[in-house]
C-alpha cells in the first residue's frame, strides 16, 4: 500500500527491485540548471566555446545528469516522503544536450531498524554508461 503521498513504504520494498526512468535533457534544461545554480560555465552554455573543447559540443552538467537520479528516487521508487540521505557518484562519460539519459535504480540494502535503503544507480546514454553510483534513502514505515 502506499505511503500518504503515493510512495512506497519501508516494508513494500524488497532487495533486487528495479525502477527505470528516462529524460531527454533540453538546452532549456541546461539553461535552467545553470541560472539555479549559477555554473555558467562554457562548457555547458556557448557552443562557440564548446567547439573548441575535447567534447565539440555543449554537455550536460554532471549534476543536473544525477538530479534525474533524485527524481527517480524522489518521484517513483521509493517515491514521494522518502528523503535522500547521501550519495557517491562517478560520472563516466559526458552527456550532450538534447541525450535521452536512461536512469537505473536496482535495491541493493534494506536496513529495517533505520527504514534506510541503498539502491544501486546508474545512468545511461545510448546504452553506454554515464553515471554510476549508490545512494542512501531514508524511506516511511507506513
Avoid: W
Amino acid at each position: 500500500m502506499p505511503n500518504q503521498l503515493g510512495g512506497y513504504t519501508f516494508g513494500e520494498l524488497e532487495l533486487g527491485q528495479v525502477f527505470d526512468f528516462s529524460k531527454i535533457i533540453s538546452k532549456e534544461d541546461v539553461k535552467k540548471f545553470a541560472e539555479a545554480s549559477g555554473d555558467n560555465n562554457p562548457i555547458h552554455l556557448d557552443e562557440a566555446y564548446a567547439a573548441t573543447t575535447q567534447f565539440k559540443n555543449c554537455i550536460v552538467h554532471g549534476v543536473l545528469t544525477a538530479g534525474l537520479v533524485s527524481a527517480a528516487i524522489g518521484m517513483n521508487m521509493p517515491g514521494p516522503g522518502s528523503i535522500y540521505v547521501g550519495q557517491n557518484l562517478q560520472f563516466r562519460r559526458p552527456v550532450k544536450v538534447g541525450a535521452k539519459v536512461d536512469v537505473h535504480l536496482e535495491i541493493k540494502e534494506l536496513n529495517p531498524d533505520k527504514k534506510f535503503v541503498t539502491i544501486a544507480t546508474t545512468a545511461s546514454v545510448d546504452g553506454k554508461t554515464v553515471l554510476t553510483g549508490e545512494a542512501l534513502v531514508m524511506v516511511p514505515a507506513e
